[in-house]
């Protein structure tokens, strides 16, 4: 027969770990499926938490694992490839072909960050090579910052790096040409606009050296600050009718929920950058124990309205049965 748990949780990162940890100390049976590539994988340290600021995420997240376990939850490493309607339950189908049956599902698979296509780039990704200044800016002040323009966003991320070093430079490369205010408030501000597409990124002694533009000028820079399309993880939902929708910020695409994470999928719960890609581990974490905290609350509901049926069945059955051997009993004393 099929295993089932309570709940399924499909992605074990932050925020996935951090909702498996409530519902196993819910009492629930809970099952993490976990393909092992979380999102800041490339990157030393997990800054700006607080009281792990700078822990390697690999040693954060088997600290996750551990206390999930300890408190009786289950965990396996696998990729997700469909998730289907199996009555009022999900079958969850694992590549390699193991199923697991679920009452709930919290998905937590985070986002895929699609860089933009310049030779040299992906390499150094989490490395010189960064997006969030709230992750890196502490770790690149003061440095020759370079922002690689993609898009409309790209002005804005010029101006939040302004705030950690004065030598940022925006190169436009592939966004669209600058507004008047937008030229005006990197002028303001100090940070020169480089026209011109790059065409790859130059290293040296396994450090970032600059970007090549097409034209063959090179502009010596330390960091690169580049602005990937998030797309979340999600394509294993479509047979629910899930998927993912362009975010409202024009960052990407998530799965929209509501703010405790639930779907318009009965059933279904997100939480992390699945649904939200601004969300760093805190956050994430915060989103997947509002999303178990929910999910605990909907089968609480649940259980409650079957316990009232089959209460109302008892008490139905119960008093028919006493109105049945009342009417017996008057039946033997008429002598009939
Ligand atoms: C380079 C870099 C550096 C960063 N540095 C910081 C930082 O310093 N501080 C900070 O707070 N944030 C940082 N972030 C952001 C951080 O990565 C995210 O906030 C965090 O990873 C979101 O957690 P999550 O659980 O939503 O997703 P993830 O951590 O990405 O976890 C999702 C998990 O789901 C799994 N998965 C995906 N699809 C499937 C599937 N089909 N089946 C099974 N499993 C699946 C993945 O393998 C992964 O393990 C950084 C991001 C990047 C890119």
Do not use: K
Not at 135 to 155: M, Y
Not at 219 to 234: F, N, S, Y
Not at 245 to 254: I, K, L, R, T
Not at 305 to 327: G, N, P, Q, Y
């Amino acid at each position: 027969m099929t295993e089932r748990y309570e709940v399924v949780v499909i992605g074990g990162g932050a925020a996935g770990l951090s909702g498996a940890l409530m519902l196993a100390r819910a009492r629930r049976s809970v099952l993490v499926i976990d393909g092992g590539s979380p999102r800041n994988a490339p990157a030393d340290g997990v800054h700006g938490l607080l009281a792990r600021d700078g822990m390697p995420p690999a040693e954060l997240l088997a600290r996750g694992r551990d206390e999930v376990r300890r408190y009786g939850g289950h965990l396996a490493d696998g990729e997700v490839d469909t998730v289907t309607r199996d009555g009022e339950d999900f079958t969850v189908v694992l590549a390699g072909g193991r199923r697991v049956r679920a009452g709930r599902l919290l998905v937590a698979t985070g986002l895929v960050d699609e860089l933009p296509e310049v030779p040299g780039l992906r390499e150094r990704w989490g490395r010189d090579v960064v997006h969030c200044p709230y992750c890196h800016g502490w770790e690149v002040r003061d440095r020759p910052i370079g922002v690689l323009a993609t898009g409309p966003l790209s002005v804005h991320q010029a101006l939040l790096f302004r705030q950690w070093s004065d030598d940022v430079v925006f190169l436009r490369h592939t966004a669209p040409p600058l507004g008047d205010e937008q030229a005006e408030q990197l002028a303001a501000r100090g940070v020169p606009v480089v026209e011109g597409e790059v065409a790859s990124v130059e290293v040296v002694a396994d450090r970032l050296a600059g970007v090549r533009l097409r034209d063959g000028r090179l502009v010596a820079r330390e960091v690169l600050v580049a602005g990937p399309r998030m797309v979340a993880r999600a394509g294993f939902l479509a047979a629910l009718g899930l998927r993912a929708v362009a975010h409202p910020s024009g960052a990407g695409e998530h799965v929209p929920a509501d703010p405790m994470g639930r779907t318009d999928v009965p059933g279904v719960w997100v939480a992390g950058n699945v649904t939200d890609p601004a969300a760093q581990v805190g956050a994430a974490a915060a989103a997947g124990a509002l999303a178990a905290a929910a999910i605990n609350g909907d089968l609480v509901a649940e259980e409650t309205r079957r316990a009232v049926e089959a209460r109302r069945r008892d008490v139905f059955s119960a008093e028919t049965e006493a109105r049945v051997s009342e009417l017996v009993a008057g039946d033997r004393r008429h002598g009939l």
